[in-house]
């Protein structure tokens, strides 16, 4: 039986913030090697049998992820769009659901991964998962159990029962996050594992179990399925029934309540880098216990995580810190209190800031711009638009734009003229002029962009053509 594997790629990772940000969180950004952890993910995935992948990820990510595909070569994924977070029991039934429309009356094995894992040992996993698959083949709900290594509070339990087969055991309960006496009783008695919120289970056997268990979600993903849109790339969910689901996890939902669940223990150097410790705790790090990224000057300095995106970070006579620099905003934290980062992130949105929501730096289908430089009549943007892509054509009501070309070819649309501008050739739109922007060359189109206007919000943007279906 092929397994189809479904990536679960919702969440928003707002423990590590500033680099995770809504627009742009954790499983997208190149954490433990260059490639980001959705890439890291599917590419785990070489060596088994398996079909082309399902992402479910929320629509505003939509095209993160299929140029994060495009990069490493996935070209056939179907990407599934969430108008909205409604926890894993859900985003599972519309993976399962879109594997059983892609080869209807048969039965296909679901691998569940989340996109923000890290797992060193990638021969373990894949023998943990031959090893789960003849106990799903033959109807059972698995999951996998991490070996702990550690009495671990951050993390849900498993209690693993009698012996299913050659490695795999019944589930005997889930147990939520525990104290850390408690963790240590679990850890003593050789009997729990890590609740690592990854599956492999028949599709027919999950949707039957949510019929049974959670009726009303599985009405509601299946009204959602049957309106879904195919829309360039993407499936496109009908909002209002998938609105409609409780937001409700697999466990809660189906697997502690169904009986015919069993858990594989998995061994592999696992990590769902919930927060800046434990990155630190999984990436490389140099004789004083550091693990240090980007452009950074360590002296007299132990045990931290120093991350620099754009400018030089210096450090003196410092340990047991996390400090993180990125183009708009700079965060000072101690490893034994950073799981309150995301305190700091509550903050940042009761005061509606901006540096909850976006980089400095946005990312486009068509390539990315950085705001460089605003005040309350101006915006000065650097915008790179790929080689061979467009930007809408649009108007805007409030402001005029200068575009000055430092580096590639540009082909620009103004009204009904167009014009071809090279290295150092300026243009300019007038407020209300209908225009676009589009990289004809063989090199990335770098352009200083000058806003002027009584109103710079990104809202202000008629578009009339949009290659992209905004």
């Not at 007038?430 to 990289?439: C, D, S, V």
Request: aromatic content about 6%; some cysteine.
């Amino acid at each position: 039986m092929k397994i189809t594997p479904i990536i679960l790629a919702g969440g928003s990772g707002t423990r590590l913030w500033p680099l995770s940000r809504r627009l742009h969180p954790k499983q997208f950004l190149a954490l433990t090697s260059q490639h980001s952890m959705l890439q890291e993910t599917l590419s785990r995935l070489e060596g088994l049998h398996c079909e082309a992948p399902i992402i479910i990820c929320n629509e505003e990510h939509r095209f993160l992820v299929a140029e994060q595909l495009r990069d490493i070569g996935v070209q056939d994924a179907d990407i599934l769009l969430e108008p909205e977070g409604r926890n894993t029991a859900p985003a599972i039934a519309l993976g399962a659901l879109q594997a059983e429309k892609r080869a209807p009356g048969q039965k296909s094995l679901l691998l569940i991964l989340a996109a923000d894992h890290v797992i060193e040992n990638i021969d373990a996993l894949h023998n943990a998962i031959i090893q789960a698959a003849a106990l799903a083949s033959a109807g059972s709900l698995v999951t996998f159990g991490i070996v702990p290594t550690c009495a671990e509070t951050g993390y849900g339990y498993i209690q693993s029962g009698e012996k299913l087969g050659e490695h795999g055991h019944r589930v005997e309960q889930f147990v939520e996050k525990p104290d850390k006496e408690t963790a240590e009783q679990y850890i003593a008695s050789g009997d729990y594992l890590w609740n690592s919120g990854m599956f492999l289970m028949r599709s027919d056997t999950y949707l039957e179990a949510l019929k049974r268990q959670a009726p009303s979600i599985q009405n509601a993903c299946e009204q959602a399925m049957a309106g879904a849109q195919e829309d360039l790339d993407f499936v496109r969910i009908d909002k209002q029934p998938f609105l409609s689901s409780p937001n409700d996890s697999i466990d809660y939902a189906v697997m502690e309540k169904e009986s015919q669940v069993a858990v594989v223990p998995l061994d592999a150097g696992w990590s769902d880098v919930g927060s800046w410790s434990a990155l630190w705790e999984v990436s490389e790090k140099d004789g004083s216990n550091n693990v240090r990224n980007g452009d950074v000057l360590l002296e007299h300095t132990q045990n931290c995580l120093v991350h620099s995106s754009h400018r030089l970070v210096a450090t003196v006579g410092v340990e047991d810190l996390i400090i993180v620099e990125t183009k708009d905003a700079v965060l000072v934290a101690s490893k034994r209190e950073d799981q309150r980062v995301k305190q700091i992130v509550e903050h940042l949105k009761q005061n509606n800031r901006s540096e909850l929501s976006a980089h400095r730096e946005v990312y486009r289908p068509w390539g990315k711009y950085d705001s460089v430089d605003m005040s309350t009549r101006y915006q000065v943007k650097r915008i790179t638009v790929n080689p061979g892509q467009k930007l809408s054509i649009q108007m805007h009501h409030h402001r005029a734009e200068h575009w000055i070309v430092v580096s590639g070819t540009a082909r620009v649309g103004i009204n009904d003229e167009e014009v071809l501008l090279s290295e150092n050739q300026s243009v300019y739109i007038p407020l209300g002029a209908k225009h676009f922007l589009e990289n004809p060359g063989k090199i990335p189109l770098e352009v200083i962009e000058v806003q002027s206007g009584a109103y710079l919000g990104e809202d202000d943007i008629v578009r009339f053509e949009d290659v992209y279906g905004r």
